[in-house]
């Protein structure tokens, strides 16, 4: 990769009219001094290391052709213009890392410009030039040739010395490669740092001899034109006492050394980190931007192998066994991945000291398939059947590997269980890794297997038989409205505006049932029409698919479809945000298209529309703890601050809200779970982060599961003297005030 280029200096017109020579003089000749049997030396290098980086694509095509077939070219317009968006803007390398942020987008447009400038110079010598003496590189193109190259020359040693110095210097826990699930001396990473490296070093080695020969080059004879080279002509005054011999024979051995480094770096690029040039691009091609939100139902039934009779009602495999289960993008996923860290560091499970990593489990997954689906035993049994392939690092063969169960044998269940599917990895991913739908489809498998928690297991069964994961009788669903002075609608009977699911939590925990008679007695008052489904209602079963019971899941929704379609009303609220999941993101795959709000939303419009009228302006200092279920996955974060500011509230951010606020640990069923394997539950550490805000007298949630788990926190904690979990309803009934909740009871 050549990068001869200079920036303009501050001459007049007329000096530059005097000093510049002829158009077809400016110039630069491209194999200067080399003998025609050194222009063949690297010509057939050239041609050997093309080979060797055609091979090392064809080898992941052959891998990725072994994946599960899976169809991601729906819109593929605006699935490249999007990611085009992304890698142009270095939005998502940006968006949780600053510093990162701005060394990459110097890396990555410098990379492009002296990518073009070498295809330029190619294009110009070897086709032009010869076939149709035509010369590109003369004169005004020439200067300003070289200025965009130069800039970009020093552009990209800046972000590559940027980028080594954050790695040396900053120790980001991120950056650190230890593992959680294994001791010391049982695995060896050692490889990954190596490969960095390599990485940063044969760039910054290109970008660095790239200045040499064109200080070396210009030195010779220091031609005014060159000028326009600040950095080239600023090292050619550097060699000014070296004389003329001397001066060939460094341009010779820094163009060799340069040439040499860029042959190293094509040839190494398919079979290393710098792969991530092009799979990071496909990936975010071909991702899903709402992945996560919905999970993909099972894998289809296998397809008969040629020769077998085709099996009468084949059973689709229930999650991911094999390395072959997962699909050709899951298997691009695990090649995409840089080792950022971004993942692991934002993760609640890793947080709480659990054998999780995400990015552990893509590395982990990434290793074994390409020892699992190395091509070469694939290409040797194919021209050379009955050979015998040499065993895989283990010991196994690589048709050995493809038996292994994945989910037992390469990724531990403790790991699988210890997910909360809060999405934090996907959402910190700077090259759209789906992670959590690998981690499903394990969890099914396990699943299927019986592996699963005792506790979990005991939820599941009471959600078969009861729909509700507390083992009550249906026809207890409408009890927590007892002490409130109206009975709500039954939606399946009489017609109503709103439907509220209400939730298992808001219907059997008494904790939670007092929340649930607030938010009815508050949007009574205002005159909603809203009713609910009593014993029809089951749970929506947003967390158990995320466990990994697909077959109960669909039992499910098909159970509250039915219901649902019977009943009268217009559009669906909920005060849990996991339910709001399952009605916006999942349900529509099963023919179900509600218009679904989280309470929050339904009291912003209440406000606005003046049908609440707060007597009590609240003072008090408060944190909102935004839920995974409604920030991260359905991004409705303004609603409860709305509420917030409408109550007259000091709101003190923690660092982490919004978007990228941090799981309480209930997701993906943990909340049914055993969880001693946590060595301090993320519940915990958030009642801490609250606290290191001040003087902050409530914790606000607006989730079911949320105010739960604070609630035992702060106990747990023991600071309940210090700080009190409060739901947002309660602080808008306390606004409301005892007077105007008479008066409105009288006029009713």
């Known amino acids: 990769m050549r990068n001869d280029g200079c920036v303009a200096p501050v001459i007049s017109p007329r000096e530059e009219e005097r000093s510049m020579p002829e158009a077809n003089q400016i110039t630069r000749e491209i194999f200067l001094h080399f003998p025609l049997w050194m ?100 004169g005004t193109f020439y200067l300003w040739f070289s200025v965009t190259l130069d800039i970009a020359g020093a552009a990209l040693i800046i972000g590559i010395v940027m980028m080594m110095v954050r790695r040396a210097f900053f120790k980001l826990p991120k950056l650190d490669y230890t593992r959680a699930d294994k001791q010391d001396g049982k ?100 991702h899903d931007p709402d992945s996560g939100r919905h999970l993909p139902p099972l894998p289809p039934a296998p397809e008969p192998k040629e020769g077998e009779k085709k099996k009468k009602m084949a059973m689709p495999p229930m999650g991911y066994t094999t390395i072959t289960d997962f699909t050709w993008k899951e298997l691009l996923d ?3 991945c840089t080792k950022c860290g971004r993942c692991h560091a934002a993760c609640p499970a890793n947080a709480a000291g659990t054998t999780l990593s995400p990015r552990d489990v893509i590395l982990d997954l990434r290793t074994f398939a390409n020892e699992a689906l190395k091509p070469g035993e694939w290409l040797q049994q194919k021209f050379l059947p009955g050979s015998k392939w040499p065993l895989a690092k283990n010991g196994k063969s690589s048709d050995e590997l493809l038996k292994i169960d994945v989910p037992m044998e390469v990724i531990r269940p403790e790991t699988l269980w210890s997910c909360t599917t809060c999405m934090a990895c996907m959402a910190n991913c700077p090259v759209g890794i789906e992670h959590l739908t690998s981690i499903v489809q394990m969890r099914r498998h396990l699943v299927d297997l019986g592996e699963l928690d005792d506790n979990l297991q005991g939820a599941l069964m009471n959600l078969g038989d009861y729909g509700n994961s507390f083992g009550e009788s249906p026809k207890k669903r409408g009890r ?14 009489e017609e109503v505006d709103y439907l509220w699911f209400v939730g298992d939590y808001g219907s059997f925990d008494p904790r939670i049932q007092g929340l649930s008679r607030h938010v009815a007695d508050v ?43 019977k009943a009268k009303f217009k559009e669906v609220f909920t005060t849990d945000p996991h339910t709001l999941n399952a009605f916006r993101n999942e349900y529509p795959a099963f023919g179900a298209t509600y218009t679904a709000h989280h309470y929050t939303n339904i009291l912003v419009k209440l406000i ?8 009590n302006k609240l003072n008090y200092k408060v944190t909102l703890h ?19 500011r409408a109550l007259g509230l000091d709101l003190r951010e923690m660092p982490r809200c919004g978007a990228n606020t941090f799981c309480c640990g209930a997701g993906g069923g943990r909340i049914w779970m055993d969880t001693s394997n946590e060595q301090k539950r993320t519940s915990e550490q958030r009642i801490e982060e609250a606290l290191s805000l001040g003087d902050i007298q409530y914790f606000v949630t607006v989730c079911p599961k949320d105010y739960a788990m604070y609630s035992d926190a702060v106990k747990a904690t023991g ?27 009288a006029e009713n």
């Open 187 to 286: 695995y060896d990473r050692s490889g990954y740092s190596t490969d960095d490296m390599i990485f940063v070093g044969l760039i910054l080695i290109i970008a660095v001899t790239g200045f040499f020969i064109e200080g070396f080059r210009i030195a010779e004879s220091m031609p005014e034109f060159e000028k326009w080279s600040p950095v080239g002509w600023l090292m050619a005054g550097w060699f000014q006492g070296m004389d003329a011999d001397s001066l060939i024979t460094a341009h010779l051995w820094s163009w060799w050394t340069h040439a040499i480094a860029v042959f190293l770096f094509i040839g190494y690029l398919p079979y290393s980190k710098m792969m991530h040039i092009f799979t990071d691009t496909f990936n975010l091609i071909f």
């Open 39 to 138: 222009q063949l030396v690297f010509y057939a290098v050239a041609g050997l290391t093309s080979l060797a980086f055609l091979y090392g694509f064809y080898r992941r095509y052959l891998k990725y052709r072994r994946g599960r077939a899976e169809n991601r070219f729906d819109h593929l317009g605006q699935r490249i213009s999007r990611a085009l968006a992304a890698i142009a803007s270095n939005s998502t390398v940006r968006k949780s890392d600053s510093f990162a942020g701005f060394a990459h987008t110097l890396i990555f447009w410098s990379f492009v410009l002296l990518f073009i400038g070498t295809t330029i110079v190619a294009i110009d010598h070897d086709f032009l030039v010869p076939l149709f003496d035509i010369k590109l590189l003369q």
């Open 719 to 745: 600071n309940e003297d210090k700080i009190i979990v409060k739901d947002l309803i309660e602080l808008v009934v306390e606004a409301l005030g005892e007077e105007e909740k008479a008066a409105d009871e």
């Open 480 to 493: 927590w409205q007892k002490g409130l002075s109206f009975k709500l609608p039954d939606a399946r009977k």
């Open 608 to 615: 606005e529309e003046g049908k609440l009228n707060f007597a």
């Open 334 to 336: 695990f090649d995409a």
């Open 523 to 565: 949007f009574h008052r205002a005159g909603l029409s809203f009713g609910i489904l009593y014993d029809g209602e089951k749970n929506s079963g947003n967390d158990v698919r995320r466990v990994g019971e697909e077959g109960l899941f669909e039992m499910l929704v098909e159970d509250n479809l039915a219901v649902l379609k």
């Open 626 to 644: 935004d839920p995974c279920y409604l920030a991260r996955y359905n991004g409705e974060i303004e609603a409860p601050r709305k509420v917030i």
